[in-house]
């Protein structure tokens, strides 16, 4: 709701302004430029909000730059899941700071799967790079280490208070219960005063991508908690996931629209919770359908006519 509120609002920024007595002379116009793997909460955000948008080809900064310059709107806004959701690969932040630099863009960051995992003290994607920027519009959530509902944006003031105007989405609807603003009040505290909890989980990251290596399965990343098995048919991965299951091991098989036609995946998602037998256990399981498993992620992975929701290069700029 946060994305959807946001990104379809913020190209009202400048009706707001003239409302507030701002006249300035230019006439603005707004771009978006967005990952094609970001999450669908944001590229909905992006077509609601009518603005020109673009959309480049994953973590590829040289199409994203090309993109920028043949752009003309004078707010250009560059949009990016800081841990990309199904694949749980990391955006290069500084890389795309630089482009926003360099192109006098904004960067919006959601860093649902980043808020309170990545940094020494969980402080997100930008504490894990070192870098603050003005340009940047941070989005996290409050759903996933935090562990209740909703999500918020941090900026510079003066964006922030467009956004209160602007955002139907955050001014018109009721405000978190009491029980939720408790509870993530003491989750705040829990992520900064026990990092013990931070250490655990990338203990178990390492720890499981370590083992993974004894199998044959292909992982789509390893770089953050979020270590996806990719499967390739959609069925085949409803059946490993139903397999594991009845095993006792719940995983999320991942199929399309949330990922490409064909991409479908197992995503394994380690938490601070899981004991180090909790992932031996899950590595002997693979071990026993490894088999049957391979034949068929070898079979279907060839296959590459990939259908993507809104496909890279898509220019309506
Ligand atoms: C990258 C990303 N953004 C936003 C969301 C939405 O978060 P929530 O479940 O809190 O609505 C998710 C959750 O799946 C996500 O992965």
Redesign the pocket.
């Known amino acids: 709701?946060a994305?959807l509120g946001v990104l379809s609002s913020l190209p009202q920024t400048s009706k707001y302004a003239r409302i507030y007595g701002f006249t300035g002379a230019r006439e603005y116009t707004y771009a978006y430029f967005s990952d094609e793997l970001n999450?669908v909460?944001i590229r909905e955000g992006i077509r609601m909000s009518g603005a020109a948008r673009a959309t480049y080809r994953h973590l590829d900064l040289n199409h994203l730059e090309g993109l920028l310059k043949k752009s003309t709107a004078t707010t250009k806004i560059i949009v990016t899941?800081g841990v990309f959701?199904q694949d749980g690969d990391i955006a290069p932040l500084p890389d795309l700071l630089q482009l926003a630099e360099l192109y006098d863009a904004a960067l919006y960051v959601?860093d649902?799967?980043g808020t309170g995992i990545l940094g020494e003290n969980g402080g997100g994607i930008c504490e894990h790079f070192g870098v603050t920027s003005a340009r940047i519009i941070y989005m996290g959530?409050?759903?996933?280490a935090y562990g209740g509902?909703g999500?918020f944006i941090a900026t510079e003031a003066h964006i922030a208070k467009i956004i209160r105007l602007a955002c139907s989405a955050y001014g018109f609807t009721s405000a978190l219960p009491p029980d939720q603003a408790v509870a993530l009040s003491e989750a705040v505290d829990m992520v900064v005063d026990e990092p013990e909890r931070r250490a655990r989980l990338w203990e178990n990251q390492r720890y499981f991508v370590t083992r993974m290596s004894e199998l044959p399965y292909p992982l789509v990343s390893t770089g953050s908690p979020i270590v996806p098995i990719l499967v390739g048919d959609e069925d085949a991965a409803d059946a490993l996931a139903l397999s594991l299951g009845e095993s006792g091991i719940h995983v999320d098989a991942v199929r399309f629209p949330a990922v490409p036609l064909r991409k479908a995946r197992l995503r394994i998602q380690l938490n601070a919770g899981h004991t180090s037998q909790d992932i031996d256990q899950l590595i002997d399981t693979l071990r026993v359908h490894q088999h049957g498993a391979s034949a068929t992620i070898m079979s279907t992975l060839g296959m590459t006519k990939i259908k993507r929701d809104e496909p890279a290069g898509n220019e309506a700029l």
């Open positions: 709701m994305n999450h909460s899941d959701s959601d649902a799967h959530t409050l759903s996933k509902i999500g």
